[in-house]
């Protein structure tokens, strides 16, 4: 089964730092691209970053560029956003996702929650 | 930056019934369009890749269809299972931009 698992989520006070991971599983985690995605509460989704399938190729949306780090290891199929320099608005649920194009497996999220 | 406008934003309809999500793009996206069913509490799932191609899975009362701008997703009879929110992504150009999604509710 095709699975995708996140964790590192928490709350954080302003200007701190979260590690989110993404345990993958069931198919060959080398082979795709992978995403993060996220969505504020009650809000859309946005798209935050990707990276390709070889780490060549990584690009961010505006509001995080400078701050996120996207990053994957294919030896141990995880994928990884660390976050820095958090701010309020960056509260959301983040979901990792995979896709050569659009995103057909997606987990379930973990919630990021900044807080003073 | 493209970006992507759904319309309509909110959609009341009942059991049985056709109804079409459209989404405009503001530049040419050729046919790097998905859409994404999403339910509340849930993780999105994805129905169509490539502006027409529907996923494994999906029922075939999905169907979306457009090129270039202009794009759709047409639902051919509700079910229960389909009220939820839709949402477009243009996957031509980074970053993978959204559509403000269309949440489609009971009459």
């Known amino acids: 089964e095709v699975q995708l698992v996140e964790s590192g989520g928490g709350l954080v006070k302003p200007g701190g730092s979260l590690r989110l991971s993404c345990a993958a599983s069931?198919?060959?985690?080398?082979?795709?691209?992978m995403h993060w995605v996220r969505q504020a509460p009650g809000k859309g989704l946005e798209w935050v970053s990707s990276i390709s399938s070889t780490s060549r190729q990584i690009s961010y949306t505006d509001s995080v560029r400078g701050r996120f780090t996207i990053s994957r290891d294919n030896a141990k199929n995880s994928l990884y956003l660390q976050m820095n320099s958090l701010r309020v608005e960056d509260t959301a649920v983040y979901y990792c996702?995979?896709?050569?194009?659009?995103?057909?497996?997606w987990g379930q999220g973990t919630l990021v929650t900044v807080s003073p | 930056d493209i970006q992507l406008t759904q319309s309509p934003s909110f959609l009341s309809a009942s059991v049985g019934d056709r109804v079409t999500i459209t989404c405009r793009a503001s530049q040419d996206i050729s046919s790097y369009l998905a859409w994404y069913q999403q339910n509340p509490g849930k993780a999105p799932k994805l129905l169509i890749s490539a502006a027409s191609t529907l996923q494994s899975g999906v029922p075939s009362r999905f169907s979306g269809s457009g090129s270039g701008t202009e794009f759709a997703l047409t639902i051919s009879s509700l079910q229960p299972e389909d009220f939820a929110t839709y949402y477009c992504?243009?996957?031509?150009?980074?970053?993978?931009?959204f559509g403000q999604g269309t949440k489609l509710e009971i009459k």
């Open positions: 992504q243009q996957l031509n150009s980074y970053p993978y931009t």
């Open positions: 069931g198919f060959i985690f080398s082979n795709y691209n």
């Open positions: 996702a995979r896709g050569k194009g659009a995103n057909d497996c």
